[in-house]
């Protein structure tokens, strides 16, 4: 019995990492950690800038690509619409960027989740990202989320911004990332939901324990806009605004610093983000690739 028992286990573990191994299953890629830090020669522009002028009008996809002309090192830029619909153009655009380019390390925004190909399609569950993780895996290439790990981005945050403030900001962000109608029914309880892991950091650890305090934190500021049913869009209200804008461009700042970094050491990067992250970032990858 016991001897059954035992070749059963060790037959279900080698499964498992058989499944694992041929890419049968993913796990969520890993954060990429910097060897060094680098500084930015042209600043990045931030999202008010880019609200504020002609240059959020432009086309979506934003395709762009920089060669270095110190080695062979290169990035290719996809900034699309996150979008789970497997007919939309630009998925095949992201297809033939990669076929057209062979990169040999790939970038995605957020961090996917758990994934088992004989019953999720990448584009329904993941979008672009998901997309882009599955060419990475069928080519065999180097997979990392470019977002900064959010220990970093909470502690550089905190240094600016009210704690109580921030924490709510932080609560409301993933809040925020689901459609109006699918959160209206049970907005309190969705919120509470996310208070513990969001909050789970040093500079903001018990600052919110209920979702009653981010509702009157809301509400000091904005008593005509309902939270349960806000569209953030291209932006917050008020103060929260301004937050949301830090947040932005250090998570740009990260992803800016991963690309110089690989394409210093000849690779060629191919990375997939929000349609508004492109055009922002285009002029200091230019500048700092092709000097």
Partial sequence: MRRRLFIGLLTFVVLIVALFYFNVIWRSPSYYTLEQDIALEV?????????DTDLKDHERPYIFEVESPNNNGKVVVLGVEHRSDKTHPQFEAIR??????????????????FYFSWFQDPIESYGESGLTASLAKKSN?????????????????????????????YVLRPFFGHHPDSRKENAEDMLQSLIKDRTDYPEV????????????????????IDWRTYNTGYGWPG????????????????????????????????????????????NTLKHQIMK
């Fill in 43 to 51: 600043p990045i522009v931030d999202m008010k800038a880019y609200m």
């Fill in 205 to 224: 650890a018990g600052a919110i324990t209920s979702w009653e305090e981010i509702d009157e934190i809301w509400n000091s500021e904005f008593p005509d």
């Fill in 96 to 113: 033939q960027h990669w076929k057209d380019n062979n990169p040999t390390v790939a970038l995605v925004e957020g961090r996917l989740g």
């Fill in 239 to 282: 103060s929260f605004h301004e937050i949301w804008n830090s947040s932005n461009l250090y998570r740009d700042e990260h992803m800016v610093k991963i690309i110089l970094e690989q394409v210093g050491k000849g690779e060629t990067v191919f990375i997939t983000m929000g349609a508004s992250h492109a055009p922002r970032v285009e």
């Fill in 141 to 169: 290439v180097p997979l990392y989320s470019w977002e900064p790990e959010r220990h970093n981005e909470v502690s550089a945050l905190a240094k600016k911004y009210d704690t109580k403030q921030l924490a709510a900001f």
